[in-house]
């Protein structure tokens, strides 16, 4: 809840610099290792935004995928099974590259 | 019209903690987030540390539970500084929680810092609270899968604490399979296994701090 209660805060943040412009549509990226599960988000922005001056706002969620990226090939893979080696090249020297991801990534505002 | 944005969700806290961060290394502070779910032994691995050490150490607790000092309590009898966060319901600490904890204390001086997080395995992971390591607390009367239903907190942690081994014994617990799954999620964790109650392992955490100051 305090993070869908942040979500509203950058809401209504970048809609203040955008001229109090009213946002109908927000984009989150939140990636598989933020520590966020998305319908549990969705569920508490949704009750929060009830009887808010945000109302009407709906949101858009996009997963980013746990990836890392292999030091030997440079390949940037995803993370399946839980196997940190590269998928390409097998190497076990990899490094974490996304899905801590927890972002707002565009806004739908209203034409003034 | 649609805005493009890269605005991370807990900037504000992302912020504060950075300042938090920034503050301890002028200072010399080491910060410890430690993490794990209720009763995995977060309060008696404090207990057992700050008992070693020698009382003119600079070490500080803030210690964070939804209600009730009493683990602060349970801290204060070794001497040292110790505060309870009690955060009214809020499952995790964040940094705006921990800067409000430290006013009024000579933070400047402290050489350790332990923050010990709300027991939770999920919320506390999402919240920097400007520390400059995180350790993650298991014990072997949960499951070795633990890793692996919470990628997010092992795949964040620098350190595995493996906690109360002196119930290996008597329970169906595989260590080697617990550590291997850490090592799947977070292949650089580092590890230490130890019992609060028979101290055994408690000299290779130590070890692991003294080495971070």
């Known amino acids: 809840m305090s993070i869908a209660a942040a979500v509203l805060d950058a809401v209504r943040a970048e809609s203040g610099l955008h001229g109090g412009a009213h946002a109908t549509r927000a984009g989150l990226r939140i990636g598989e290792l933020s520590g966020v599960e998305p319908e549990s988000l969705r569920f508490c922005l949704e009750t929060l935004v009830v009887g808010d001056a945000l109302e009407p706002l709906t949101f858009d969620f996009e997963i980013r995928p746990w990836t890392r990226r292999c030091r030997d090939c440079g390949l940037e893979f995803r993370v399946l099974d839980y196997n940190p080696a590269c998928s390409a090249c097998r190497s076990p020297r990899t490094d974490p590259a996304g899905g801590a991801e927890m972002e707002l990534s565009y806004l739908e505002l209203e034409e003034p | 019209m649609r805005v493009p944005l890269e605005r991370k969700v807990l900037n504000e806290n992302d912020c504060l903690a950075a300042a938090l961060r920034e503050r301890f290394k002028r200072n010399g502070t080491f910060c410890l987030n430690l993490i794990s779910s209720p009763g995995s032994g977060k309060t008696a691995l404090l207990e057992r540390t700050l008992e070693g050490f020698d009382p003119a ?114 329970v169906p617990f595989q260590a080697a399979l617990a550590c291997e799954n850490a090592r799947r999620v977070q292949p650089d964790i580092e590890i230490v296994q130890v019992s609060c109650t028979s101290g055994q392992g408690l000299d290779v955490w130590r070890a692991w701090l003294e080495a971070r100051l």
């Open chain 2, 57 to 170: 150490r600079r070490v500080a607790v803030l210690t964070g539970d939804i209600q009730t000092d009493n683990d602060a309590r349970r801290l204060a009898r070794y001497g040292f500084p110790v505060r309870q966060i009690t955060t009214g319901g809020a499952c995790h600490l964040d940094a705006r929680m921990v800067e409000r904890g430290l006013e009024g204390w000579p933070v400047d001086d402290f050489e350790i810092l332990f923050l010990e997080n709300v027991g939770n395995l999920v919320c506390p992971t999402s919240y920097d609270l400007g520390e400059d390591a995180r350790a993650v607390l298991l014990s072997v009367t949960e499951g070795e899968d633990k890793p692996l239903k919470y990628p997010a907190t092992f795949h964040h942690a620098d350190l595995m604490v493996l906690n109360k081994i002196d119930l290996l014994p008597y």
